[in-house]
């Protein structure tokens, strides 16, 4: 992000980042390359709601390519488990791709932190964004709670 272009609106996920010296850096460095007034949008998980209920795995999802020959399904999922913490978990994504008859499996591992709505509203209020707002799925059609907020002048 870094040059002098400034931006009228970012967006970003923020689970990757794992503690709130990170979230604050990253939150400080789209605020300097925000135009006064621009808008920042955050997407999350509802990480309200998911510490308390501390799910093991996401439904599997099958999606489908458009083939000649009636298209290869590909099937997704994952797999969650929780540190001692409560906030963060480490994430297994599967995918199970067709190859020549057969399944391959492909599994990427990263960690997440299941930042609460409070607390990344009041870090964006810190790194110089005013106006913040929560906006839910069913206000918006996209599937996960958004952050909205503006450059503070």
């Known amino acids: 992000m870094a040059g002098s272009t400034s931006s009228s609106a970012l967006t970003t996920r923020f689970p990757h980042l794992l503690t709130e010296q990170d979230v604050h850096a990253a939150l400080a460095e789209m605020r300097r390359v925000l135009r006064p007034e621009g808008l920042l949008l955050v997407s999350t998980r509802p990480y309200d709601d998911l510490p308390r209920e501390h799910p093991v795995s996401t439904p599997p999802q099958v999606h489908r390519t458009?083939?000649?020959?009636?298209?290869?399904?590909t099937v997704t999922f994952q797999l969650w488990q929780w540190h001692d913490d409560g906030e963060h978990y480490d994430l297994e994504h599967?995918?199970?791709?067709?190859?020549?008859?057969?399944?391959?499996?492909?599994?990427?591992?990263?960690?997440?932190?299941?930042?609460?709505?409070v607390r990344l509203a009041g870090l964006a209020a810190e790194a110089g964004f005013v106006d913040a707002r929560w906006r839910m799925p069913q206000e918006?059609?996209?599937?996960?709670?958004?952050?909205?907020?503006r450059a503070d002048e």
């Not at 599967?94 to 709505?117: C, D, I, K, N």
């Open 94 to 117: 599967f995918q199970l791709l067709p190859a020549g008859g057969e399944w391959r499996v492909a599994v990427r591992r990263t960690t997440y932190w299941a930042l609460s709505q």
């Open 66 to 73: 458009d083939c000649a020959d009636g298209g290869a399904r």
């Open 140 to 149: 918006t059609g996209f599937f996960q709670p958004l952050l909205v907020a």
